[in-house]
């Protein structure tokens, strides 16, 4: 039997029955909500995994927030092929926002409506279900093919930094990640550096500012200074062709940092927060370091001007070579399944795959969904595109483990 003839075994109703229950199972991380949360879709899970008679793993991070394993192993020498779909979803926000139930799953037209439904659970479904189809279509391949279901992607990625840690990538061969990009092939992603830029001023009087340390007029300082150094990165590094420019966003900024504000107050601390977006070419070291002289510079020009960076995450930035086998392998199923060329591309933002990456597996990231669709209100996931990500999935899986 060839390896095309497993999209045959790929179930419409299946894949679209399990993205309706996933999204119908609230996993919006709330510390205040003990055992639910991605807890409860993540037992789910385990029921369902178990029932297609794979070896299955459930696996704490922290009390109340678990990783799901599922291991199909032919029991023959050969590759291991990984898919990463993340159970949490963000926050529906504002319910009045919502044409639809944001946990109904509703269908309207040729689409599935609620959170989760295409950031990521729409794409974890067609993974399972990718995985049926290989088991149904009963190819005699060997190697192995493990469902990575991590927690907390949307926020530090602790569920796939525990999933490295236990010693699960090792002996991963390549992997794909499960992430709303219209099936096109993405084998590059932005990095990313979440940095707390604290100023230290002194507290007075607004009438007698000169008694004090104002804060804030010297934070202004370092942010203008820091936009020079964007504007400096992205003249040295130009607009990359899939990911666009790397930017340094000032996104919070408090001041005090602690404590009521009063317009008669000068405060005597002032905070701003960094969303750092980096792209082929930049070290994050590198980048550091000129935040760091950025604060030297100020504070000798300036005897009064104190600060500190704290860096509180760092996720690299990704690049996949075209010729690695599991590019071609997706990149060759979306050929012979639309009969189409397949379109390369970058994600944006950071997975779960920049840890996979870092931890040595090549990575390639595609599925269903409008990439401009996740975390807005009546955020939805095409049936049809849900279906084709499916049907990619499992030749996927078997084109890389044949060495196609």
Same mark, same amino acid.
């Given at each position: ?20 229950? =996933? ?7 709330? #510390? ?16 369902? =995994? @178990? ?14 927030? #678990? ?8 029991? @023959? ?124 001023? *002194? ?30 990165? @992205? ?22 940092? *602690? ?79 639309? @009969? *189409? ?8 933002? !950071? ?6 990456? *870092? ?39 078997? !084109? ?5």
């Amino acid at each position: 039997m060839s390896i095309d003839q497993v999209v045959s075994f790929v179930e419409e109703k299946e894949v679209v029955s399990l993205t309706q229950k =996933l999204v119908q199972i609230p996993s919006v991380f709330k #510390p205040e909500q003990p055992g639910g949360n991605e807890e409860q879709v993540a037992r789910y899970l385990v029921d369902c =995994l @178990k029932g297609m008679g794979l070896s299955v793993y459930y696996e704490e991070v922290v009390p109340g927030r #678990p990783n799901v394993i599922a291991v199909y192993d032919t029991g @023959k020498p050969g590759k291991t092929i990984l898919f990463e779909g993340h159970t949490d979803v963000v926050t529906e926000g504002d319910r009045e926002m919502w044409s639809y139930d944001p946990f109904g799953a509703a269908i309207h037209g040729n689409r599935i409506y609620g959170r989760g439904s295409c950031d990521t659970k729409g794409n974890l479904a067609a993974a399972i279900c990718a995985v049926k189809a290989v088991q149904r279509s009963k190819q005699s391949f060997g190697g192995k093919i493990i469902l990575c279901i991590p927690c907390d992607e949307e926020g530090m990625m602790i569920g796939i930094k525990d999933f490295i840690r236990r010693g699960w990538a090792a002996g991963v061969d390549g992997a794909i990640i499960c992430e709303p990009e219209e099936n096109q092939i993405c084998i590059t992603q932005k990095g990313a550096m979440r940095a707390v830029l604290h100023v230290y001023g *002194k507290m007075a009087h607004g009438a007698m500012p000169l008694t004090g340390i104002n804060p804030n007029t010297k934070m202004a300082r370092a942010i203008v200074a820091i936009e020079k150094l964007e504007q400096r990165e @992205k003249e040295r590094l130009g607009c990359h062709p899939m990911l666009g420019w790397p930017s340094i966003t000032p996104t919070i900024l408090q001041a005090p940092v *602690k404590g009521e504000p009063q317009i008669n107050v000068v405060p005597a601390q002032c905070m701003t927060t960094l969303d750092i977006r980096t792209v082929p070419g930049q070290d994050h070291h590198h980048i550091r370091q000129q935040l760091e002289d950025i604060l030297l510079e100020l504070s000798l020009a300036d005897k009064d001007f104190r600060a500190g960076l704290d860096v509180i995450e760092e996720r690299p930035w990704t690049l996949t070579n075209k010729e690695d086998a599991v590019v071609r392998a997706v990149a060759g199923s979306y050929q012979a399944i639309t @009969k *189409k060329e397949p379109v390369y591309n970058g994600v944006p933002g !950071a997975t779960d795959g920049t840890f996979l990456h *870092k931890a040595g597996i090549p990575i390639v990231t595609t599925g269903a969904g409008d990439r401009h669709i996740p975390h807005h209100a009546d955020e939805y996931v095409d049936i049809g595109q849900l279906v084709e990500t499916t049907q990619l999935y499992a030749r996927s899986a078997l !084109a890389f483990l044949a060495g196609e």
